[in-house]
């Protein structure tokens, strides 16, 4: 089985940084992208940061500037270091791999981690 195991959320005040990590475990013989994706108390689930398996990054225009992802492809594993937070970035934050195929027999499938919740205060 393939799971995903985020890490690194808490509680920061407004302006400071975070970084989250997230591990994929399991039989993992190729995947497309990964990313990180965020849930507000009162907003959809929304995306916030991927980045593809060559390297290629894109961020919402709310991120940009202040985040930055990463991945390391022969150990699975993507992070997302997050600076000047603000309020509006709190939320639980998930980590998604697209695409992911176990096998070369496999069909590609996404799996979502559980969650890790940043809190921004004032």
């Known amino acids: 089985q393939v799971q995903l195991v985020e890490s690194g959320g808490g509680l920061v005040q407004a302006g400071g940084s975070l970084r989250l990590s997230c591990a994929a475990s399991g039989r993992i013989w190729r995947s497309n992208a990964m990313g990180w994706y965020r849930q507000g108390p009162v907003k959809q689930r929304e995306v916030v940061a991927t980045?593809?398996?060559?390297?290629?990054?894109n961020y919402a225009d709310s991120v940009k500037g202040r985040f930055t992802i990463s991945r390391d492809v022969a150990k699975n594993t993507v992070s997302l270091q997050m600076g000047d937070l603000k309020p509006e970035d709190t939320g639980v934050y998930y980590c998604?791999?697209?695409?992911?195929?176990?096998?070369?027999?496999?069909?590609?499938?996404?799996?979502w981690g559980k969650g890790t919740l940043v809190t921004v205060s004032s």
């Open positions: 998604n791999a697209d695409g992911v195929r176990e096998t070369f027999y496999s069909s590609p499938m996404d799996y």
């Open positions: 980045i593809t398996s060559g390297g290629a990054t």
